[in-house]
């Protein structure tokens, strides 16, 4: 059988993680503290052995013993009703992405996905270099036209620009909640939000780094990048560490993170098909 744990239970599955991978992945690791919005599934609620953790908007991490039978026996009428439910109602998720730590996982979703077409692909993970990102600061960089503003993240400025409570709200349960536990900055036009630098995700003092700009007409204008120094300048005065986490196959995203002064560090699976 499959149980959804309560809240204050999610503690419960950190036995199960073992890797330094698991133990490190900032994202799983914001949900199961409870910082950051998501649903954890256990085959029982004492003792679990096998866990499926949903992170709204980021994915699923496959936790635990991939034979378990008894698990896996309903995993996939899980997947079907309830977390496709889940993701169409908490962001309008239409895909389920598998993140799997152990490839054991790969040939049990195999067995689940009832003749749906399936991906394997992989997330990449980078660790800013300190040094790197500061010599990156004393290089001549982007200067903002006259109509745009770069601004803190504010909850007022939250409140007052939709585009910017939607995005955020996949992330973070309200306003209040990101401005105590996350930071970010915003560039305006026109009093508007055109592109934003924030914490996706927070566990403990790791700060995952998250950008997105709106307005299409203003992509590769290198606001990525006076975003992206800014975010993280701040983050290091508050001693926070910066991380980076993206598709391999993203080459905008990756080039970004190395220009910002990130490093490569680690690849993670997925295993992705259409609910």
Known sequence: MIVKLSKEDYYKVNKLLVTPQEKNENVLNAVISGMNQGVVYVDQIEEPHTAIVYAVGLGYYLLGDPENG????????LISTQLKQESLDSCGGVWFIGNIFNESWKKTLQKVVDGRKYYVGYNVYYELVTERFKKG?????????????????TKELINADERLREELKEYWSSAESFTQHGLGYAILKNGKVISTCYSCCVNGDRHEAYIATFDQNMRNCGLATILGQQYIKECL???????????ESNEPSKRVAEKLGFDYSNRLMSFEFEF
């Open 237 to 247: 005065e508050r001693g926070y560490g910066v991380y980076w986490t993206t598709d």
């Open 70 to 77: 008894l698990f896996n026996s309903y995993l996939g009428n």
């Open 137 to 153: 600061l004393e290089q001549p960089g982007h200067i903002l036209d006259e109509d745009l503003a770069m601004v803190r993240i």
